[in-house]
């Protein structure tokens, strides 16, 4: 059973930082793929970043340059750096495991498995 806990969300504002964490258990998930997407309401879940098992990351284009994604595998943990914020980032967020070993799944794939999500929300 994967277990993701994302903590570290909250309010800031426009031009400020956060940084989001998610430990994980259940697996030996310096194997696997992870990943944080984000949604907000009405809206589908939208891919934000992900790093592979060996530390390769990616980015989509409007965090690019501001979030940072890393990870500690002696922690079961994946980090999201959030630097200049911007209202339009506010959402929840949530971490993301890929379901199988050395694969990283596609962005809008069904090959990632959720945490529950944690909110923020940026003042303009």
């Known amino acids: 059973q994967v277990l993701l806990v994302e903590s570290g969300g909250g309010l800031v504002q426009a031009g400020g930082s956060l940084r989001l964490s998610c430990a994980a258990s259940?697996?030996?998930?310096?194997?696997?793929?992870m990943g944080w997407f984000r949604q907000t309401p009405g809206k589908e879940r939208e891919f934000v970043a992900a790093i592979s098992w060996g530390g390769d990351t990616v980015y989509a284009d409007d965090v690019k340059g501001r979030f940072a994604i890393s990870r500690d595998n002696a922690k079961d943990s994946v980090y999201l750096q959030m630097n200049s914020l911007k209202p339009e980032d506010t959402a929840v967020y949530y971490c993301?495991?890929?379901?199988?070993?050395?694969?990283?799944?596609?962005?809008?794939?069904?090959?990632?498995?959720w945490g529950q999500g944690t909110q923020v929300t940026v003042s303009s």
């Open positions: 259940g697996r030996p998930f310096r194997r696997y793929a």
């Open positions: 993301a495991v890929g379901t199988h070993t050395y694969h990283m799944p596609s962005r809008e794939s069904d090959e990632w498995s």
